[in-house]
């Protein structure tokens, strides 16, 4: 339940905070296939290294895409949902990135695409 009080407080506000000056936050919601998540995988790899474990959970991905946004200054927090929650296919994965700041989600959609981080 914290990251709907989280988006409550943030719409409350109103406005962005001094340290997000000239851009304003949003929750982004990127739905990815088996093909974008091994991009998003591989680029993850690729950025940071031996810093964090074989990202192939939705808790591991989450915690990389943390560091991400850490790495980049960027606000937000990550959620990773895997659809359907068992080991099936077709699944889709939904990576949840909760006020962030524009550019950190078009930087994760294209890695998705490209399997690289383009920072």
Same mark, same amino acid.
């Given at each position: 339940?914290?990251?709907?009080?989280?988006?409550?407080?943030?719409?409350?506000?109103?406005?962005?905070?001094?340290?997000?000056?000239?851009?304003?936050?949003?929750?982004?919601?990127?739905?990815?296939?088996?093909?974008?998540?091994? #991009? $998003?995988?591989?680029?993850?790899? *690729?950025?940071?290294?031996?810093?964090? =474990?074989?990202?192939? @959970?939705? /808790?591991?991905?989450?915690?990389?895409?943390?560091?991400?946004?850490?790495?980049?200054?960027?606000?937000?927090?990550?959620?990773?949902?895997?659809?359907?929650?068992?080991?099936?296919?077709?699944?889709?994965?939904?990576? #949840? $990135?909760?006020?962030?700041?524009? *550019?950190?989600?078009?930087?994760?959609? =294209?890695?998705?695409? @490209?399997? /690289?981080?383009?920072?």
């Amino acid at each position: 339940m914290r990251p709907t009080l989280d988006r409550g407080r943030r719409f409350l506000r109103g406005s962005p905070t001094p340290a997000d000056a000239g851009s304003t936050l949003e929750d982004v919601v990127i739905i990815f296939g088996v093909v974008e998540v091994e #991009h $998003l995988r591989t680029a993850l790899e *690729a950025l940071l290294g031996d810093t964090v =474990e074989r990202p192939d @959970t939705p /808790a591991r991905i989450e915690r990389a895409l943390d560091l991400v946004l850490a790495r980049r200054g960027a606000p937000g927090q990550a959620r990773v949902l895997r659809r359907p929650a068992a080991l099936s296919t077709p699944e889709s994965w939904e990576i #949840h $990135l909760d006020g962030t700041d524009r *550019a950190s989600g078009t930087a994760v959609r =294209e890695a998705g695409r @490209t399997g /690289a981080f383009a920072c």
